[in-house]
């Protein structure tokens, strides 16, 4: 059902790759509630995704960037504006990658280039992006940015790794940046931290299914699905939210705000138990 949330407004959308991907799905649902969009993202995402399905659907263009290089990010808000015929009301970021996680290299074995590139790609783009917006005054005022972030920037999670570092900077960033631009210019930049989703970037990282699980039992909404996120971003786009800023938002279920659940604490219980078990098991042996 949509509400108008965005009618007339217009944005830019970085990161939307298929149907699995949340940014897909904020695409999806500010062309519904009224808003005009250009997409964005790397030509070899552009190349393997169904991107171009997308821009079709919302009456899109395809920008094809590079968010670590402030000249293609240039191209994209001087072209996005060109197309939507005048400044943006909001932008998305929803980009991050870790080699160090793909290829499994443990947090205390990381390999320091890939590292660097974790947090130029996943972090710095989202400053870059802030940076030139500014510069180019592409965002009209009470306009809103909005990135992705995973509560794994607040708290160790097993094998998270150095993304865990690029998330931290990213929220910091959403912060500093956001008195800047909401002092001079009442843009506001907000993250979302969201429930672990299995996108496709999601779901090629190793225990994603495990940690789904433990999080959706420990949550007492259970996760947050992707396009629910999308739901949650689209208000922050709108009208509705113009007071907010600076924040690290929770979308996760409640997930956040627990300790131990009854549920946690039964399983748990019952692994000591049988632990003890097989201990006096073996003694006996």
């Given at each position: 059902?949509?509400?108008?949330?965005?009618?007339?407004?217009?944005?830019?959308?970085?990161?939307?790759?298929?149907?699995?991907?949340?940014?897909?799905?904020?695409?999806?649902?500010?062309?519904?509630?009224?808003?005009?969009?250009?997409?964005?993202?790397?030509?070899?995402?552009?190349?393997?995704?169904?991107?171009?399905?997308?821009?079709?659907?919302?009456?899109?263009?395809?920008?094809?960037?590079?968010?670590?290089?402030?000249?293609?990010?240039?191209?994209?808000?001087?072209?996005?504006?060109?197309?939507?015929?005048?400044?943006?009301?909001?932008?998305?970021?929803?980009?991050?990658?870790?080699?160090?996680?793909?290829?499994?290299?443990?947090?205390?074995?990381?390999?320091?280039?890939?590292?660097?590139?974790?947090?130029?790609?996943?972090?710095?783009?989202?400053?870059?992006?802030?940076?030139?917006?500014?510069?180019?005054?592409?965002?009209?005022?009470?306009?809103?940015?909005?990135?992705?972030?995973?509560?794994?920037?607040?708290?160790?999670?097993?094998?998270?790794?150095?993304?865990?570092?690029?998330?931290?900077?990213?929220?910091?960033?959403?912060?500093?940046?956001?008195?800047?631009?909401?002092?001079?210019?009442?843009?506001?930049?907000?993250?979302?931290?969201?429930?672990?989703?299995?996108?496709?970037?999601?779901?090629?990282?190793?225990?994603?299914?495990?940690?789904?699980?433990?999080?959706?039992?420990?949550?007492?909404?259970?996760?947050?699905s992707a396009e629910e996120c999308?739901?949650?971003?689209?208000?922050l786009f709108s009208d509705l939210?113009?007071?907010?800023?600076?924040?690290?938002?929770?979308?996760?279920?409640?997930?956040?705000?627990?300790?131990?659940?009854?549920?946690?604490?039964?399983?748990?219980?019952?692994?000591?138990?049988?632990?003890?078990c097989a201990h006096k098991l073996?003694?006996?042996?």
């Amino acid at each position: 059902m949509a509400y108008n949330l965005l009618k007339g407004k217009k944005g830019i959308i970085f990161g939307a790759l298929d149907r699995k991907s949340i940014a897909w799905k904020v695409a999806e649902k500010a062309y519904e509630e009224g808003a005009h969009i250009v997409l964005t993202n790397t030509p070899a995402a552009i190349r393997f995704g169904e991107i171009e399905e997308l821009a079709k659907k919302t009456q899109s263009i395809i920008i094809p960037a590079d968010a670590t290089h402030v000249k293609e990010i240039e191209n994209v808000y001087l072209k996005g504006m060109e197309f939507l015929d005048g400044k943006i009301d909001f932008v998305l970021h929803s980009i991050g990658m870790s080699m160090n996680v793909r290829k499994n290299r443990p947090y205390d074995d990381l390999d320091y280039d890939y590292f660097m590139k974790t947090l130029d790609i996943s972090a710095l783009s989202f400053h870059k992006i802030i940076q030139v917006a500014k510069k180019l005054d592409a965002i009209n005022e009470w306009g809103s940015i909005v990135a992705l972030s995973y509560i794994a920037a607040q708290r160790t999670l097993f094998r998270y790794n150095d993304m865990a570092d690029a998330k931290a900077a990213l929220e910091s960033i959403a912060r500093s940046f956001g008195y800047i631009y909401g002092r001079e210019k009442k843009v506001r930049i907000n993250t979302v931290s969201q429930s672990p989703t299995l996108t496709t970037a999601g779901s090629g990282v190793k225990g994603i299914d495990d940690l789904y699980d433990f999080t959706d039992r420990m949550s007492p909404l259970g996760n947050a699905s992707a396009e629910e996120c999308a739901g949650y971003i689209i208000t922050l786009f709108s009208d509705l939210t113009r007071k907010v800023t600076m924040q690290n938002l929770y979308h996760d279920g409640g997930f956040s705000s627990m300790g131990m659940s009854a549920r946690a604490m039964t399983m748990y219980s019952h692994s000591l138990n049988c632990e003890e078990c097989a201990h006096k098991l073996e003694e006996e042996m």
